[in-house]
Nanobody
């Protein structure tokens, strides 16, 4: 599976962005998908995950209630709608695919290249 993340940019605090991750390959619908982020000098942080069918989602505490993950298995895409953005959400955001339903980045097998999100105060 090859992943390509897009949709990042510069936004003011309180604003919204929608990230997309396009996947290649016919097996996309069999993978659980996750979004992670990494700010300079910090460890990669779990943001959100969605299971292979889209029936189950899970969020990190820092984004719960503000971010929404979704997927479209017909279009091989997974999205992250980010609302009420805060300066502390500034990071490079990565999408990932894996067989495990988990929040641990090391258990995801495939990664996109990352897209920068910058939230100004």
């Amino acid at each position: 599976v090859q992943l390509q993340a897009s949709g990042g940019g510069l936004v003011q605090a309180g604003g919204s962005l929608r990230l997309s991750c396009a996947a290649s390959g016919r097996t996309f619908s069999t993978y659980n998908m996750g979004w992670f982020r990494q700010a300079p000098g910090q460890q990669r942080e779990f943001v959100a995950a969605i299971n292979w069918s889209g029936a189950a989602t899970y969020y990190g505490d820092s984004v719960k209630g503000r971010f929404t993950i979704s997927r479209d298995n017909r279009r091989n895409t997974v999205n992250l709608q980010m609302n009420s953005l805060k300066p502390e959400d500034t990071a490079v955001y990565f999408c990932a695919a894996g067989r495990n339903w988990c929040t641990q980045s090391r258990l995801y097998n495939y990664w996109g290249q990352g897209t920068q999100v910058t939230v100004s105060s």
